[in-house]
C-alpha cells in the first residue's frame, strides 16, 4: 500500500464527530476575563487579538482538539464545545433577526470570537445579515417557512453555507467553517441541530446515486439573503457536482434555497442524498454553554423545526463565517474593510471548467 493508499485508509476510519469539554476551573477563568471584553464590532482586529490570548490558556490537549479541527483533513467535520461560560443578564431574544441592541456585556461574541480566531478568520457578507461579522441565529414570523437561518416551523434541509458567485460557481468563496454558540435554546428544547459527514453519506448511498452526485448534473440556487436583496426567487449556478474530491476525503455541496437536478435520474439520487443525510447524520441539542465547530466543506447541516413564540425566550445562537484564508477572495474586498466582503466577484473558477475532482468512492466505513 502507497502512501496516498495509507492516507485514504486513515482518513475513512477517522470519526466525524467528537466533544470537546472546558473543565470547570478553565470556564471560570475565561468568564471573567472575557466579562471585560467591550463591543467587538468598534475594533474587530484587537478584539480577535485579545480572544486569542485569552483563548490560549486553554489545557494543550483542549487547545491542540480546538487548532487540529481547523487544520487537518482526517479531523471530525463537526465537533461540539461545551462546559463554556455563559452570559449572565441575557436581554430578550430579538424578533427582528438582530443584532440585538441591549446587551449590555459581550461575553457570548468573546466566546464565539475565541473559538472562531483558532479555527481561521472570521468573514462577513453583504448579503448575509447585512455584512455582520457576528449573525444572531432567530426565529422571525415572516421566515418562520423559509429555507433560511431566520425558519422555525419547517425542516431546514441538509445544506451548507454557500455564497453567490457571478462566474457561476457558488463554492468558491464559501466559508470553510462555521461556529455557532448557543445563548439560549427553544422553549422545549427540541430544535435539533444535524450534521452529516460526507465521508457518512458516501457510504450510505448506493453506488447508481453515488455516481450521478459527482458528475455536473445540478444547478444550485443562491442562498435567501442574495435573492431578497436582488429580488429574485431562483439564481442558479453553473452545473455542477454534489460531492467531489478525492473517495477517501470527500467534499460536499448543496444549497438550503434549492437545488435543480437536469435530469429525471439526477433528481432521483438529489432525493436519496437527503434521504442517507437523515440516516447518517448526528444530532445535537444545542444548550446555553454550548458551541458548535462545523466544518463547511465536509459535510452538510440542517436544523428540525420548533414552535417560536416571539415572547422574547426563543431560541438564540450566534454564528460567525470563518475562512481559513483571505487571499483567495481578495477580489471581493469592500473598500475601506479587511473581513467584509460583496457578493459578486470574479474569484474562483467556473464550476464547468475542470476544479472538480468526482471520484468519491464506495469503500467508506461508519463511525
Keep these: 500500500m502507497n502512501a496516498a493508499e495509507n492516507t485514504g485508509a486513515d482518513l475513512r476510519s477517522a470519526p466525524t464527530f467528537i466533544d470537546l469539554v472546558i473543565p470547570e476551573r478553565v470556564k471560570e477563568s475565561l468568564g471573567e476575563q472575557l466579562a471585560g471584553l467591550g463591543d467587538p464590532a468598534q475594533d474587530m482586529d484587537r478584539a480577535m487579538a485579545l480572544c486569542h490570548q485569552i483563548f490560549a490558556t486553554l489545557p494543550?490537549?483542549?487547545?491542540?482538539?480546538?487548532?487540529?479541527?481547523?487544520?487537518?483533513?482526517?479531523?471530525?467535520?463537526?465537533?461540539?464545545?461545551?462546559?463554556?461560560?455563559?452570559?449572565?443578564?441575557?436581554?430578550?431574544?430579538?424578533?427582528?433577526?438582530?443584532?440585538?441592541?441591549?446587551k449590555s456585556t459581550y461575553l457570548s461574541e468573546g466566546v464565539l470570537l475565541g473559538l472562531s480566531g483558532m479555527l481561521g478568520e472570521p468573514v462577513g457578507f453583504t448579503t448575509e445579515k447585512n455584512g455582520?461579522?457576528?449573525?444572531?441565529?432567530?426565529?422571525?414570523?415572516?421566515?418562520?417557512?423559509?429555507?433560511?437561518?431566520?425558519?422555525?416551523?419547517?425542516?431546514?434541509?441538509?445544506?451548507?453555507?454557500?455564497?453567490?458567485?457571478?462566474?457561476?460557481?457558488?463554492?468558491?468563496?464559501?466559508?470553510?467553517?462555521?461556529?455557532?454558540?448557543?445563548?439560549?435554546?427553544?422553549?422545549?428544547?427540541?430544535?435539533?441541530?444535524?450534521?452529516?459527514?460526507?465521508?457518512?453519506?458516501?457510504?450510505?448511498?448506493?453506488?447508481?446515486?453515488?455516481?450521478l452526485l459527482t458528475e455536473p448534473l445540478f444547478r444550485l440556487n443562491a442562498p435567501g439573503g442574495y435573492a431578497r436583496l436582488v429580488g429574485k426567487s431562483e439564481t442558479l449556478s453553473a452545473p455542477v457536482p454534489i460531492i467531489s474530491g478525492p473517495e477517501w476525503c470527500p467534499e460536499i455541496t448543496s444549497s438550503a434555497n434549492g437545488v435543480h437536478a437536469l435530469s429525471p435520474e439526477a433528481e432521483a439520487a438529489l432525493r436519496r442524498l437527503q434521504s442517507a443525510c437523515r440516516e447518517v447524520a448526528h444530532e445535537v441539542f444545542l444548550r446555553p454553554g454550548q458551541a458548535l465547530l462545523i466544518n463547511n466543506r465536509k459535510g452538510l447541516h440542517a436544523r428540525s423545526e420548533f414552535e417560536p413564540r416571539y415572547?422574547?425566550?426563543?431560541?438564540?445562537?450566534?454564528?460567525?463565517?470563518?475562512?481559513?484564508?483571505?487571499?483567495?477572495?481578495?477580489?471581493?474586498?469592500?473598500?475601506?474593510?479587511?473581513?467584509?466582503?460583496?457578493?459578486?466577484?470574479?474569484?474562483?473558477?467556473?464550476?464547468?471548467?475542470?476544479?472538480?475532482a468526482p471520484v468519491c468512492g464506495r469503500d467508506h466505513r461508519r463511525n
Design 60 to 102: 494543550i490537549d483542549l487547545l491542540q482538539g480546538i487548532l487540529d479541527f481547523g487544520r487537518h483533513a482526517d479531523t471530525p467535520g463537526v465537533a461540539r464545545v461545551g462546559n463554556l461560560p455563559v452570559e449572565r443578564g441575557l436581554p430578550d431574544t430579538p424578533d427582528d433577526g438582530g443584532p440585538c441592541r441591549t
Design 132 to 211: 455582520q461579522l457576528i449573525h444572531d441565529v432567530i426565529p422571525v414570523a415572516d421566515g418562520a417557512t423559509t429555507q433560511t437561518n431566520r425558519s422555525s416551523t419547517v425542516f431546514l434541509n441538509f445544506h451548507n453555507d454557500i455564497v453567490y458567485d457571478e462566474a457561476g460557481s457558488y463554492n468558491a468563496s464559501n466559508p470553510d467553517f462555521l461556529v455557532l454558540n448557543c445563548l439560549r435554546a427553544d422553549h422545549e428544547g427540541v430544535a435539533g441541530t444535524y450534521y452529516a459527514d460526507a465521508r457518512d453519506v458516501c457510504q450510505a448511498l448506493d453506488a447508481s446515486s453515488l455516481k
Design 311 to 356: 415572547d422574547g425566550r426563543d431560541r438564540w445562537l450566534q454564528r460567525t463565517y470563518i475562512r481559513r484564508n483571505h487571499w483567495s477572495i481578495r477580489d471581493r474586498v469592500v473598500s475601506r474593510t479587511r473581513r467584509l466582503l460583496r457578493h459578486g466577484g470574479q474569484g474562483g473558477r467556473r464550476a464547468d471548467s475542470g476544479w472538480v
